[in-house]
């Protein structure tokens, strides 16, 4: 008589990122690890399935407590898919339709979990839906996605999360930001990309760090798997709460990530919160201001500072309706993502910018057009030069700049006139401030800005004294 399969245990048992049509990550050493019984002896065999003999074979031994790893000698995306066989004393574990390529991790709250079927829920006014009609293609294996988490565990039926390849059925409820990336990714590389996805709507960072719920759960089980770098979209929970520490636990989340994927150099990729009426949503019997959003941007954005090889990509043109907390064009999010890798990591430096316009310093002249004095703000990452248009999913030129703001030396602000003066200068002016020592651009909640590099890119948020 067969015991229940809830009772039954197996003499050599892996993690569930092990599967078929998993994606091993090229240019590294590949951890492999599971348990066994004590001091059993695993053989780990990487064969192509065309037939050829092993291009990796590995032994082990458990250890006193079932325990067992070792690391395939790395190995390059060559085109061809590989059977990954795993053999103990009594069973033998088979993985077929291996890959090697681009592996990456996509993390964070409701954005980020944000489904690929979602997005006819609340279509882009503007443009194609592309995310429905990606469902609708054919099935591509040059991208595979593993949706971590995606089936809890029940009663006599152990959780069984898997890869799969790309198709309107696997796609469905996968991230959309993180699946954008991965196809732009992969084209541009011409490699096998897999995404694995992990994430959970309405959840705080508190949630994803060492000893928290989402993190344990989802993220853990996974590591050391060998991945490239790291996605995050993540912070609304955070900023309605009031977290006054985000910094310092965005750097140990990925501190503990890079430790934990035994990947200290791996790049660390952030989205910063879209443009929201925060202020009119009720947290906790208390209101934040208008102004919450723009000093979390800055919180968002000093972690490129503190965190080597770290960068937030900036969407405030990407937003439909200011009342949703979750903005549309999901694919522009995940291309964004993919420039800066593809740009900071992979060397494409020819796609141009990675970011939009940033301000760098800040000088004042006489107004030539007037009484007083103008501040002259100079900025990086302009590209061919920068530009005054609507926004990226419908540019049009437009005249006069927006949402820049001057004070004087009795800090109060008044909304300026801007206009660009060079290919990467704007002057800021306005005749009722005839001596500004300081100006900001988009310090609003709903402030969604004009000013754009050639890369249509828009220019991030900032504040500057002289």
Same mark, same amino acid.
């Given at each position: 008589?067969?015991?229940?399969?809830?009772?039954?245990?197996? %003499?050599?048992?892996?993690?569930?990122?092990?599967?078929? +049509?998993?994606v091993l990550q090229q240019g590294r050493n590949v951890p492999v690890w599971g348990t066994a019984d004590p001091k059993e002896q695993i053989v780990v065999t990487l064969t192509p399935e065309a037939g050829a003999k092993a291009v990796a074979t590995v032994k082990v031994r458990a250890d006193k407590a079932g325990a067992w790893r070792v690391e395939l000698p790395a190995g390059q995306a060559d085109g061809q898919a590989y059977v990954l066989q795993v053999k103990g004393r009594k069973e033998t574990l088979r993985f077929s339709d291996v890959v090697y390529g681009e592996v990456w991790l996509a993390s964070g709250q409701s954005n980020m979990a944000y &489904?690929?079927?979602?997005?006819?829920?609340?279509?882009?006014?503007?443009? &194609?839906?592309?995310?429905? %009609?990606?469902?609708?293609?054919?099935?591509?294996?040059?991208?595979?996605?593993?949706?971590?988490?995606?089936?809890?565990?029940?009663?006599?039926?152990p959780a069984r999360d898997s890869w799969k390849i790309a198709d309107g059925e696997s796609l469905a409820p996968v991230s959309a930001a993180g699946y954008f990336f991965a196809k732009k990714v992969q084209e541009e590389l011409g490699v096998p990309v897999g995404l694995i996805s992990a994430a959970v709507g309405g959840s705080a960072i508190a949630q994803w760090l060492p000893g928290g719920n989402l993190g344990s759960r989802m993220v853990e089980p996974l590591m050391p798997y060998a991945l490239a770098g790291f996605l995050w979209y993540q912070g609304e929970t955070d900023l309605a709460q009031r977290n006054d520490h985000y910094q310092g636990d965005y750097e140990q989340l990925i501190a503990f990530w890079r430790e934990r994927f035994a990947s200290p150099d791996a790049p660390a990729y952030s989205v910063m919160l879209a443009p929201h009426t925060f202020s009119d949503r009720m947290h906790r019997q208390s209101k934040v201001t208008a102004a919450a959003l723009p000093l979390f941007w800055q919180t968002q954005l000093r972690t490129e500072k503190t965190i080597p090889n770290s960068a937030q990509?900036?969407?405030?043109?990407?937003?439909?309706?200011?009342?949703?907390? +979750?903005?549309?064009?999901?694919?522009?999010?995940?291309?964004?993502?993919?420039?800066?890798?593809?740009?900071? +990591?992979?060397?494409?430096?020819?796609?141009?910018?990675?970011?939009?316009?940033?301000? &760098?310093?800040?000088? %004042? &002249? %006489?107004?030539?057009?007037?009484?007083?004095?103008?501040?002259?703000?100079?900025?990086? +990452?302009?590209?061919?030069?920068?530009s005054g248009r609507s926004n990226s999913v419908e540019p049009r030129s437009i005249a006069r700049l927006k949402w820049f703001e001057i004070a004087g030396a009795d800090g109060v602000w008044h909304q300026a006139f801007a206009d660009i003066i060079s290919k990467d200068e704007v002057a800021v002016y306005n005749s009722v401030v005839p001596a500004p020592v300081a100006v900001r651009f988009a310090w609003r909640e709903t402030a969604q800005p004009n000013l754009f590099n050639d890369a249509g890119l828009p220019a991030y948020p900032f504040k500057l004294n002289l």
């Open positions: 008589m067969s015991l229940p399969l809830f009772f039954q245990i197996l %003499a050599v048992v892996m993690p569930q990122i092990f599967s078929d +049509h998993m &489904e690929m079927r979602r997005s006819w829920q609340a279509p882009p006014r503007k443009g &194609e839906d592309l995310a429905t %009609a990606e469902l609708g293609k054919p099935a591509n294996p040059q991208i595979r996605v593993y949706l971590s988490g995606s089936r809890p565990a029940q009663r006599g039926v990509i900036y969407i405030s043109d990407l937003v439909d309706n200011l009342e949703d907390i +979750h903005p549309s064009y999901k694919w522009f999010v995940g291309e964004r993502l993919a420039r800066v890798a593809l740009v900071r +990591h992979y060397g494409r430096t020819a796609l141009g910018e990675w970011c939009g316009p940033r301000a &760098e310093s800040l000088r %004042a &002249e %006489a107004d030539p057009e007037g009484p007083g004095r103008r501040l002259v703000v100079k900025f990086s +990452h302009c590209g061919e030069g920068l």
